[in-house]
């Protein structure tokens, strides 16, 4: 049916959603191809350059995955984003999304990392339904193309496999104006649902400075506990980048360098974590 080219895309979507209730999966490849079409036009800048990957995993699995990769999990805004990963990826998995409960309110909307609910028209009929009573996060149910609220730790590998989908992001940088130490600019970010910056590559610094202007900026990464030797690692527990370090940095002055800051334009700098210093926030996975 969906083979007609003179369909409008409505009348697709129509016969799309047909063939997903009756599960004809080879008529549904079908659509999809022929719907993707439209659809890629119309994608948001958030859901570039998609990575699909064939392993069923958990959600934090995912996350580490897509952030080891410069990515992050998508957040779908339409009905058009969910159509453009499935069609990606194919039709036959169910997808993590960035989609998960605010924690600070775990009775309220679902969010993503940016703060923005969730579209109520993106959920599957009856859900969020909170099943179990811990469906805290959001994935891309493959037989809908909706949205659908599962446990975080688990993917279901016996009979709900959910496997990682990545897709580049612009993070959304707040700028503060006064210099503070690194622990009251934690509690600013905190303040505003977000984290401290986490730059991983020398991209994510110019785009700092292009958005802030060039200034010494606090990031999310230090010594903890506080000991001569120890790796410096950002608040998600994952490594910097060696390539990000100003030649001859880490050098723990005095033993009391920390914390760590981008030093003007030239890269990241250990520092006290007391030294006076502009903080940078970005939005965080719940």
């Not at 309110?105 to 009573?133: E, R």
């Not at 334009?265 to 006290?272: E, M, S």
Request: a negative charge; glycine letters at 6%.
């Amino acid at each position: 049916m969906c083979s007609y080219p003179h369909l409008s895309k409505t009348t697709k979507l129509i016969l799309l959603d047909s063939l997903l209730q009756e599960k004809q999966s080879q008529d549904i490849m079908m659509c999809m191809m022929l719907v993707g079409i439209f659809f890629a036009a119309t994608a948001n800048a958030g859901m570039e350059n998609i990575y699909c990957h064939n392993v069923a995993t958990g959600w934090e699995g995912a996350k580490d995955l897509c952030v080891g990769r410069n990515q992050g999990l998508p957040k779908p805004k339409t009905d058009e984003d969910i159509q453009l990963i499935m069609t990606t990826c194919g039709p036959d998995k169910n997808r993590w999304t960035q989609g998960a409960k605010n924690m600070l309110y775990p009775q309220g909307d679902f969010q993503y990392g940016d703060g923005s609910v969730i579209p109520q028209n993106l959920w599957a009929p009856g859900t969020p339904d909170n099943w179990g009573g811990d469906e805290d996060h959001v994935n891309i149910d493959k037989f809908t193309f909706k949205l659908n609220d599962v446990r975080i730790e688990a993917h279901y590998p016996s009979h709900y496999p959910i496997y990682a989908v990545c897709v580049d992001e612009v993070p959304n940088y707040y700028c503060h104006d006064s210099e503070t130490t690194w622990e009251e600019a934690k509690a600013i970010c905190e303040g505003r649902n977000q984290v401290l910056i986490q730059p991983r590559n020398r991209a994510e610094i110019d785009a700092v400075h292009n958005k802030c202007g060039v200034q010494n900026f606090w990031t999310a990464a230090r010594q903890y506990p506080a000991k001569p030797g120890r790796p410096f690692l950002y608040l998600d527990n994952t490594n910097i980048p060696n390539e990000l370090w100003i030649p001859g940095e880490p050098n723990d002055v005095n033993n009391n360098e920390d914390c760590v800051n981008i030093l003007m334009q030239y890269g990241l700098n250990d520092r006290p974590c007391s030294f006076p210093t502009y903080p940078v926030c970005q939005d965080k996975y719940y």
